[in-house]
């Protein structure tokens, strides 16, 4: 309902820019303070653009979260990494074995826990419009961030295959006429000290070309000693800096072109930190093996990661009169990495425990290229229809080399083409109720070769097109409340995975068929009152030929299945509520509940844990009724921010956050050891805002208890696990200039 109640529409316009006052956490707005404390304490209009077109939140026929950039950089101002946003949004997980470079992503229980850099993923990451695919290209760093959007649910009408699950998009802030820009300083302790900063403006008197320059530098010491080695503090740090540059070119009112270049260099990083024989046996508590800052490495030369990525995107605009506008999006990504460590993480000689043999790997991509163009046609046709269709082409290439423990290295080539049409049509039926629909014809091509092996093997070949749509019906009952329905399809285009080729394994290849996917969701958006917005949804789907990657188990494979079935049923639910003019909280939750329905389907287990699942002759496990692995059971987060007026221009906060993490497998079998259980982690802030917002001080506590999760484990070995980041404490500076 682009024409959603006009009263609804009104009274958040006019309150939006007291609200961000309310909601920010790091006076990034260059808010006035004193001119809008008579206003505050109503809810602020959320705009997205999560049907590619702006909107207001609660306009949009299905579920979504939005962050703004301030409150996803309280996340990361310790320098976490994407994954901070894990638990934070209903129904959104995130972890990784391969360390802050290649982040896994699930939403509503979907997505894929394999480690191999050629897994595809059921959740898409989108930067600035264009998708991300490969998952060292996921993580790249993130600031001077306007907007994060989270979509639930299958998008596959207008955003493509390999969107079963849902989005994740970020927006980052654009170059506007104004000289405005901010510069961001925090340290803490392990040695964590972190700058961005950001600054933009006109380039010409005319306002015809603009631009925006920001960047960020993250650093840590290492403080993860090597007791085998006796080396002291030589694991755990980084050295990162990631910088974007825009120009914005806008010679007319109907021709605007934004061209955006990006690139990153990871230098001293740490590959995940994998420590042997901390976990049961029997339970999945951490044992006396555990201490968080020493490990007994023997080989993996303490665990080094890099990276280089350098790329550019084209967005140009025609508005050709009549509300008809066509946009071109062009994009260019180029990437190279390595990462290197102990996967038994420890050694045959003072183990902990029981090491049966050492496991060592070296990783890396090279000379991936993912090049993507899009056309896209919109139009408002009348008042009451709009409506927009496309085209989408996506290639990539890339090289995954694979150095393991006992065998030569390996060079496996991936290649995948597609290209898609796409429209969509959303139709006010009335003013009160809009139908929308969309569909999506995707042809998907994907080849693996071997290159410098010594087990070479033929050209592996798989492709598939499919129709991809949805339809969704919205009806506002009142100024405060609109109830819609949505079903949706998509499907995971076919996968391949090369990576027993490296172990001269019998089947060293396999090949998943493409997962479909049917999505029935129900919700509500409301907004109460002036001051309370609570949005849910219930949702049922159902997963025909389930990808899913069988990993590691005593026969130290990585092999992937195709269930006949997969089932997930939940809620989610959004509420944001403003108890007073200086006091606001946020809450999220949901419940996911997910099976596998297949009867036949079968996957090795581990080396020395207790097996919960009943077993075939052949000592596998049959995973008939099991969940979805790494699909927490039920997430909860809230955030709470009080703040104190100080005379007219400045104000003194508190803020906190908590989430909290339901129990969640980590293979496809169910293994006493094998599960996080319930988990949670907390962050405290407080702070002194001055100069109506120019500048800000604060203190704060990331993982403030130092909880210590287990996040994952390695199994076809020993009982290894590796465990959430420590608490990290600190100091941040900044300082906010133009308008």
């Not at 649910?153 to 493509?160: H, K, N």
């Not at 183990?351 to 990783?363: A, L, M, N, V």
């Not at 999760?709 to 076809?716: P, S, V």
Request: proline share 4%; glycine share 8%.
């Amino acid at each position: 309902m682009r024409g959603m109640n006009p009263t609804i529409a009104r009274r958040t316009l006019a309150s939006s820019a007291a609200a961000l006052v309310l909601l920010s956490t790091t006076a990034g707005l260059n808010t006035v303070v004193a001119q809008e404390r008579a206003d505050r304490g109503i809810l602020e209009e959320i705009t997205v653009t999560a049907q590619r077109r702006e909107e207001n939140l609660q306009e949009v026929p299905f579920s979504v979260s939005a962050l703004r950039g301030d409150r996803f950089q309280t996340l990361v101002e310790a320098g976490e990494d994407i994954r901070a946003l894990a638990n934070r949004v209903p129904s959104l997980y995130a972890e990784s074995s391969n360390g802050r470079l290649a982040p896994r992503f699930y939403m509503r229980g979907l997505g894929n826990t394999d480690f191999d850099l050629a897994a595809s993923q059921s959740v898409s990451i989108i930067m600035d419009e264009v998708v991300q695919e490969n998952v060292i290209l996921k993580s790249f760093p993130l600031f001077d961030i306007e907007r994060v959007e989270v979509l639930r649910g299958p998008q596959g009408s207008l955003f493509g295959r390999n969107t079963p699950a849902g989005i994740v998009k970020f927006d980052t802030r654009k170059p506007t006429s104004e000289l405005n820009g901010y510069v961001n300083a925090t340290i803490g302790s392990l040695g964590t000290a972190n700058i961005e900063g950001a600054i933009g403006g006109s380039l010409t008197e005319s306002n015809v070309l603009m631009g925006r320059f920001s960047f960020i530098d993250q650093n840590r010491d290492d403080w993860i000693s090597n007791g085998f080695t006796g080396e002291s503090d030589v694991m755990g740090g980084y050295d990162e800096t990631a910088w974007r540059a825009q120009l914005l070119f806008e010679p007319s009112d109907n021709l605007s072109a934004l061209l955006n270049v990006h690139g990153r260099n990871l230098n001293n990083g740490t590959a995940s930190i994998f420590y042997a024989n901390i976990i049961g046996p029997g339970d999945n508590n951490l044992n006396e093996n555990f201490i968080r800052d020493v490990v007994y490495f023997d080989e993996g030369e303490n665990n080094p990661q890099e990276a280089d990525a350098l790329g550019f995107s084209l967005k140009v605009d025609w508005d050709f009169g009549n509300d008809l506008v066509l946009t071109s999006i062009t994009s260019h990504e180029e990437l190279e990495n390595s990462s290197y460590g102990d996967i038994d993480g420890g050694n045959l000689v003072s183990g902990p425990g029981f090491i049966p043999f050492p496991s060592q790997t070296r990783d890396g991509l090279d000379d991936l290229e993912q090049i993507t163009q899009e056309f896209r046609l919109a139009s408002n046709a009348r008042d009451n229809v709009f409506w927009q269709t496309g085209f989408f082409y996506f290639k990539s290439d890339f090289t995954v080399n694979t150095e393991p423990f006992f065998v030569p290295p390996t060079e496996v080539r991936h290649k995948n083409d597609s290209w898609a049409v796409f429209g969509q049509v959303a139709w006010d039926l009335s003013d009160s109720t809009t139908l929308t629909a969309g569909i999506r014809y995707t042809d998907d091509e994907k080849e693996m070769t071997t290159g410098s092996t010594p087990n070479p093997q033929p050209l592996v070949e798989v492709g598939d097109d499919q129709v991809s749509w949805d339809l969704s019906l919205m009806h506002v009952l009142n100024d405060n409340v609109s109830v819609y329905a949505r079903v949706a399809s998509g499907f995971r285009a076919p996968s391949i995975q090369g990576r027993n080729i490296a172990f001269f394994d019998a089947n060293p290849y396999s090949v998943a068929t493409s997962e479909t996917i049917l999505s029935t969701e129900v919700g509500f958006k409301s907004e109460v009152s002036d001051r309370v917005r609570i949005n849910g949804a219930v949702y049922y789907y159902t997963i025909d030929d389930q990808q899913f990657s069988a990993i590691g188990g005593n026969t130290n494979s990585n092999v992937l299945v195709n269930a006949d079935k997969g089932v997930g049923i939940g809620t989610d639910v959004d509420a944001e509520f403003v108890l007073s003019d200086n006091f606001v909280m946020t809450i999220g939750a949901s419940y996911n509940d997910t099976k596998i329905d297949d009867a036949n389907l079968v996957t090795a287990v581990c080396a020395q844990c207790t097996v919960m699942d009943p077993l075939d002759g052949n000592g596998f496990a049959i995973l008939d009724g099991n969940r979805f692995p790494q699909a927490p059971e039920y997430q909860f987060n809230i955030t709470a921010r009080y703040s104190t007026p100080v005379g007219d221009d400045d104000e003194l906060y508190w803020y906190a956050d908590y989430a909290h993490q339901g129990d969640a497998n980590f293979f496809l079998y169910e293994a006493a050891e094998y599960h996080s259980g319930d988990i949670f982690e907390a962050g405290l802030r407080a702070g002194y805002i001055a100069n109506n917002g120019q500048w800000e001080i604060a203190a704060f506590a990331r993982n403030i208890t130092d909880e210590e999760n287990l996040k994952g484990g390695i199994d076809f070995n020993n009982n290894t696990g590796y465990v959430n980041e420590p608490r990290i404490f600190g100091l941040n500076f900044r300082m906010n200039f133009g308008e």
